[in-house]
Structure formats: C-alpha cells, structure tokens
C-alpha cells in the first residue's frame, strides 16, 4: 500500500484528488514495463493535478521520466493529437517541451488496468529547470529567450498541416470559453482569426507554472493539455501579464525577432495592458 502522505506535502486535497493521486500510483505502476521502464520506480506526483490527468515521476537508471495518467474519460483522439503536436514541436523548433516517449509495441499510449478501470496513459522525458513563477527575477536574456520560444511555437501554429484525425479544441469566437478568457471586443477578435496570421495551434494555458527556466538548459514550456486552435495574442497576453514592466520591451522585441506582430494584434495587446 502507498503511503499517501509522500504524495501530499502537508497540502490538504479535496476527496476526488486523493482518488486520483491513487489511481495515478496505481495505472503508472503497472505500465512502466509497457514503457521499457521496467527497473524505474514511481516516486510521487510531479506536481500537475486535475480533473483531466494526473503527472507522475519516475526514476530508473536512465534518469528521470514523468508519467501521465489520463481521467477516464480521456478522448484517445485529442491525446494522441497533443502528443502528435509535442513531437512536431520537437522536431522542428529549439525550445524544449516533453517528448513523448514510445512503448515497446510502437505506441505512444499505453492503456493501464486499474481497480477502478482502464486509464489512458502517456510518458515524456524529464524536463530540468525550476518554474518561472518561484523563479521571477531572471537576467534579460532569459526573458528574451522566453519570447523568441513563444514565437518559434506560434509560428509552427500558423496554418499548419495535420492529419485528418487531429482533434484538439476550438478557442474562437464562437466558444464561450474562448470568448470569455480573451473578454474582449467580439469584432476585433473576428479580424484576427479572418487574418490568417493570427489564429492557430497555442498552448492556451502558458502561465509562469509552465514555464521552466534553467541556467543550462535555458526555457522549455510544459503542461500542453489545453492545446488547441485559438488566438496567439492569448499566450501573448498570458506571459506578459506575469512579466515586470521593465521586461516588456525585451520579450517583445525577442519575440518580433522571430515572428513580426501583425498591427491588429499589437492593437490588441496595447488595449488591454495596464
């Protein structure tokens, strides 16, 4: 029986993340073998909890390595979508974000029997840094490498091919949920998405916990769940809301060294910060 205590540091979780944190312990345990990591050990929650998955970290002789353990009612599609678009991301741009790891059968997801049923699951190589929301006194060139990352990511979103099967979540005009967080002026954001230069694949939820900063490694962003079609000025906005004043300037201007900002989303940006 796992000692629930090492999961919970002294933190008090409401009843439903108590059951999950044990069917996390639970499905990723008995899938490490599926994985090829059948001489790791699960060591504890790394530290994302919700209603969709539970992040698990492991060790074994090849380092560390995190495991997520999706809510039963994962959509198979929309997962294997989010890792699709991790392994592009890879593939194609500096910045660093979790690569899926590939089970011995060929597949990147893996499907744990549990007590309370099957849970979908997926493994990702272990990411160094310390998040940027403990960390918010960085050096310049750590802002500038936050801005160039976020728009190596965006420009990879914009109009890109995918396969017929991709399924990830629209944030548009027309969802109240993406209506609600960007709360804005209904035809403004209409004319972004109508642009074509403004609306495609974003992280949707890049706040400093998703950033990971490191001396070495420089940035990397983590927590790619909420992927999905939406508006870039969203991720813009995100991250510069938790910056300082002063850096401002050197996010934007690293950010435009990579991706030049079309006049309405500057507008955008302009009218909504302080």
């Known amino acids: 029986m796992i000692r629930v205590e090492r999961w919970f540091d002294d933190v008090v979780y409401a009843s439903w993340m108590t059951q999950r944190l044990l069917e996390a312990h639970q499905a990723s345990s008995a899938i490490l073998v599926e994985f090829g990591l059948e ?34 009612e994962a959509s198979e599609a929309r997962v294997r979508s989010e890792i699709y678009w991790l392994s592009r991301l890879g593939e194609r741009i ?38 940027l929301a403990e ?41 109240t949920a993406g209506a609600e967080s960007l709360s804005g002026d209904d035809a403004q954001l209409v004319a972004l998405q109508e642009s074509g230069q403004s ?11 998703n950033i990971l900063v490191d001396a070495q490694e420089g940035v990397s962003f983590i927590d790619f769940t909420t992927l999905g079609w939406g508006f870039f000025v969203h991720d813009i906005g995100t991250v510069v809301r938790g910056l300082r004043e002063d850096q401002w300037d ?17 507008k955008w940006i302009d009218d909504r910060l302080p």
């Open 135 to 175: 960390e918010m006194e960085q050096p310049s060139a750590m802002i500038a490498s936050i801005g160039r990352a976020l728009a190596e990511i965006h420009m990879c979103g914009t109009s890109p091919e995918v396969p017929q099967w991709f399924s990830r979540p629209e944030y548009d005009v027309s969802t």
């Open 250 to 266: 050197v996010f934007f201007e690293a950010y435009q060294s990579v991706r030049a900002l079309p006049a309405a989303e500057l």
């Open 94 to 131: 500096s910045v660093k974000v979790p690569e899926p790891l590939i089970g011995l059968d060929g597949s990147q997801m893996q499907t744990a029997q549990i007590d309370a049923g099957d849970r979908l699951c997926t493994a990702y190589s272990w990411l160094p840094g310390v998040r």
């Open 39 to 72: 001489d790791a050990k699960v060591v504890g929650s790394a530290g994302g909890i919700d209603h969709a998955n539970v992040m698990v970290l492991v060790e074994s002789p090849d380092g560390r390595q995190t495991i997520r353990v999706h809510a039963s």
């Open 199 to 209: 609306y495609g694949l974003i992280h949707r939820e890049l706040g400093h916990h």
